[in-house]
Nanobody
Framework: VQLVESGGGSVQAGGSLRLSCAAS????????MGWFRQAPGKEREGVATVGSDGISSYADSVRGRFTISQDNAKNTLYLQMNSLKPEDTAMYYC???????????????????WGQGTQVTVSS
């Protein structure tokens, strides 16, 4: 499964962006998908996840500002980001997992396929 992110860019604080992640093919085996981000000099962190049943979860730092969603007909995952802050600046990655071994869905080690990332820059 190839994942291709798009929608990143530069925006002022308080602005919005919507990221998209297109999967190369539909797979019935995908259990959950997620968005991660990595800022320069920092470790990659989980931002938001969504299961095949539509249940989502968020990191505390983005809850209430970001919304994850998926369009199964288009094999596409989205991340709507509102009220952006300079600390949201990072490379954003989408990822998918084909089985669930019981760990936290915000843990990057739970995922099996990754996109190349799209840059988000928020200026103050």
């Amino acid at each position: 499964v190839q994942l291709v992110e798009s929608g990143g860019g530069s925006v002022q604080a308080g602005g919005s962006l919507r990221l998209s992640c297109a999967a190369s093919e539909y797979t019935r085996n995908i259990q959950f998908m997620g968005w991660f981000r990595q800022a320069p000099g920092k470790e990659r962190e989980g931002v938001a996840t969504v299961g095949s049943d539509g249940i989502s979860s968020y990191a505390d730092s983005v809850r209430g500002r970001f919304t994850i969603s998926q369009d199964n007909a288009k094999n596409t995952l989205y991340l709507q980001m509102n009220s952006l802050k300079p600390e949201d600046t990072a490379m954003y990655y989408c990822a998918s997992a084909v089985y669930d071994d019981g760990g936290s869905w915000l843990d990057e080690n739970e995922y099996h396929y990754w996109g190349q990332g799209t840059q988000v820059t928020v200026s103050s």
